[in-house]
């Protein structure tokens, strides 16, 4: 490569094709040796001085200071032209993103103003009392069967329930938010105008009480949890400038919420059904005390004891085998915690 450079050198009228094809390897590896600019420059005009006939081939130094800027206005020229072409393509791109972010922007604000306006635009369902009784006309309706009469009020209400799913992430949702639990941890999340800082955000979670809300606007959540929260446990987040989330720890990780803000649209608890994954990340006493919750309501659901009501008619069992001098068959055993006083068919 050597040989190579000094041909350059020496031939200044060397094509440029050559010169960038062949040399870019020696010049590189140079580079990497000087390790910066000046230091580069130092070696090669130490190089011609040493190696070449530029200094002392030439009578007046101005023809070789002029033949040294000739070459440095060319690729300076170049450089210059390349800097312009790399700062509008980096503008055109700039231009194009902040094109792009406005259209998602416009778009999420038409969404949210559009899911603004439809939750507006839902009747209230609003308490009618009437200030005089009013006389309806009887109709003859038939008389429901025998079987359907007999059955509680209470029993026909846990039938028609028993169609509908668990609810969604164990939670619901209103018209200003959206939640989901485990048994210990409740996740909230808080649609926001798209664009907005957390600086505009305001924030404050008590123990038992919340408010959530922009500055300088009405608060979108305010009210009494459900159950107590441990604060200094709880953390909230603002995702993709549109979503307030909070996350909850509850001060008891052993119960359900069946709303999350009181006085907003309650769920039905027995109807959650926990992930078996999430059981095994429990240790032995509280995994056995959720999973004796579990079965009690499942139990309760199929009208069958739970497992203190099958505990307490084993040790009446056990004390009637220990007393058959006694007669039990006019007993009316109340194990408790039923409509029906708690006589269930063990057998």
């Given amino acids: 490569w050597l040989k190579i450079l000094v041909a350059a050198v020496q031939s200044p009228h060397t ?16 580079a990497q040796q000087a390790g910066s600019i000046e230091p580069l420059l130092d070696s090669f005009f130490g190089f011609l001085l040493r190696k070449t006939d530029f200094y002392t081939g030439i009578a007046d130094e101005k023809e070789a200071e002029k033949m040294v800027m000739k070459y440095f206005s060319k690729y300076s020229k170049q450089g ?8 509008e393509k980096n503008r055109l791109a700039d231009e194009e993103r902040k094109r792009r972010a406005a259209e998602k922007r416009k778009k999420e604000e ?6 603004q306006g439809e939750l507006k635009s839902q009747p209230k369902i609003e308490e009618v009392v009437d200030e005089e009784p009013k006389i309806t006309e009887v109709v003859d309706e038939p008389m429901p069967a025998a079987d359907e009469a007999d059955k509680p009020a209470e029993d026909k209400k846990d039938e028609e329930e028993d169609n509908t799913p668990p609810p969604p992430g164990n939670g619901g949702s209103t018209d200003r938010y959206t939640w989901t639990q485990t048994l210990g941890a409740v996740e909230v999340s808080i649609p926001v105008r798209p664009g907005t800082k957390s600086k505009q ?3 404050e979670m ?24 441990r604060p200094d446990e709880c953390m909230w987040n603002l995702v993709d400038n549109k979503l307030i989330v909070l996350t909850l720890e509850k001060h008891d990780q052993m119960k359900w919420w069946s709303c999350c803000i009181q006085g907003d649209p309650e769920i039905d608890t027995k109807k959650i059904v926990p992930e078996n994954s999430k059981l095994s ?19 309760k659901a199929a009208g069958k004891p739970t497992s203190d009501q099958m505990k307490q008619h084993e040790l009446l069992e056990k004390f009637k085998q220990a007393h058959p001098e006694m007669d039990f068959s006019k007993a009316n055993v109340n194990y408790g915690g039923s409509s029906s006083g708690g006589n269930f068919n063990f057998g």
């Fill in 206 to 229: 008590g123990v038992s009480k919340c408010k959530v809300g922009l500055k300088g606007e009405p608060p979108i959540i305010e009210g009494l949890w459900k159950d107590k929260i």
């Fill in 15 to 30: 094509t440029t094709a050559m010169a960038d094809d062949r040399l870019d390897g020696v010049y590189l590896n140079l």
């Fill in 80 to 87: 210059k032209k390349k800097r312009e072409d790399e700062a």
């Fill in 110 to 115: 038409e969404e949210f103003n559009r899911r």
């Fill in 281 to 299: 990340d429990l240790d032995g006493e509280t995994r056995q005390t959720v999973e004796k919750m579990m079965f009690d309501q499942r139990q």
């Fill in 201 to 203: 955000c305001v924030v």
